[in-house]
């Protein structure tokens, strides 16, 4: 039978602001995957950021780094950013999952990312909902499934449901006001993975348009 995970619950602060909240998670031990990462990457950005979009869990750049979005995925998302009319300093970033999952390759010192189990990321939603009560996002971009099936479940597709704004599942406590809606759309990491890497990035970067364009 799977570990069960002990969850974020206790550790994170009942009081403070984003800041407190990013101290807080160093010192957090609701799963396991702390022992193997080199520190918990919390979110960043505006904090009261009109769009906030989340991902999966950092990549093997942003453990080091500390930063969410630093490595090559970041860096096709700056760009698309950029052709969608959003700025990085007016949003705000953060992931699901706040410590990398990793496992080593076969040779060399490469880590090689790993999905977290449905349980991993069950036991760190207290800190996304944490993340989302500070900043009151008017819309929520999840970037890729794991993100979006933490909001709306493990039946949600992002391939049916892409590039369209949904309303905030009301089973998702946050607080008295949350965010109005949510866009899914596919990680950034996937565009670098297509086959046709133009044509998956052009239908990225059309999705961050639509969420563009829901805030004006």
């Not at 994170?12 to 031990?29: F, H, N």
């Not at 790993?114 to 900043?135: D, I, Q, T």
């Not at 599942?169 to 086959?195: K, N, Q």
């Amino acid at each position: 039978m799977p570990q069960r995970e002990a969850g974020a619950e206790a550790f994170v602060p009942a009081t403070g602001g984003l800041s407190a909240m990013e101290s807080a998670v160093q010192a957090c031990r609701g799963c396991g995957l702390h022992e193997n990462a080199t520190q918990a990457v919390f979110g960043q950005g505006a904090a009261r950021a009109r769009v906030l979009l989340v991902g999966e869990q950092p990549g093997a750049s942003e453990d080091v780094e500390g930063h969410p979005f630093v490595g090559p995925a970041g860096r096709t998302l700056d760009r698309a950013f950029r052709e969608a009319g959003l700025r990085r300093d007016d949003v705000y970033l953060t992931n699901v999952v706040k410590h990398f999952k990793f496992v080593p390759a076969e040779r060399g010192k490469r880590r090689i990312h790993k999905k977290p189990s449905v349980g991993e990321v069950r036991a760190c939603l207290p800190w996304f909902a944490a993340e989302l009560r500070l900043v009151k996002p008017e819309l929520v971009v999840c970037l890729g499934a794991t993100a979006a099936k933490a909001l709306f479940g493990e039946s949600f597709r992002v391939t049916r449901n892409r590039g369209v704004l949904l309303d905030f599942p009301e089973g998702f406590e946050v607080g008295e006001h949350g965010p109005d809606y949510v866009l899914a759309t596919v990680h950034p990491s996937s565009v670098l993975r297509a086959t046709d890497r133009e044509a998956a990035y052009l239908g990225f970067r059309n999705d961050l348009r639509t969420a563009s364009d829901a805030l004006r």
